[in-house]
């Protein structure tokens, strides 16, 4: 069974830093793509960043370059967001997503709020 769980959320004032954590199980992590994605209250779910399988290209949306990175660890089945310069308005719920051929999976999600 496929299983994702997202940690390391949490309150953080403007300017400061989390990493967030997604240990996954269930499936050979290293083949798939693994996506960081968020929402906020009454917005959209969208993608964060994304780390393809083997090759490991990243790709990040506009509003976090240069603030976020995304890695993974294959030896630990595990994606990581790491987020620097943080602002108020990177609150959301953010969540872990698989790419499977023909569907994905999603973790349960982390809070992180930003706020002084």
């Known amino acids: 069974q496929v299983q994702l769980v997202e940690s390391g959320g949490g309150l953080v004032q403007p300017g400061g830093s989390l990493k967030l954590s997604c240990a996954a199980s269930?499936?050979?992590?290293?083949?798939?793509?693994l996506s960081w994605y968020r929402q906020a209250p009454g917005k959209e779910r969208e993608a964060v960043a994304t780390?393809?399988?083997?090759?490991?290209?990243?790709v990040y949306a506009d509003s976090v370059k240069g603030r976020f990175t995304i890695s993974r660890d294959d030896a630990k089945n595990t994606v990581y967001l790491q987020m620097n310069s943080l602002k108020p308005e990177d609150t959301a719920v953010y969540y872990c997503?698989?790419?499977?051929?023909?569907?994905?999976?999603w973790g349960q999600g982390t809070q992180v709020t930003v706020s002084s």
């Open positions: 269930g499936f050979t992590f290293s083949r798939y793509t």
């Open positions: 997503r698989a790419l499977f051929p023909g569907h994905w999976v």
């Open positions: 780390i393809t399988g083997t090759a490991g290209t990243t």
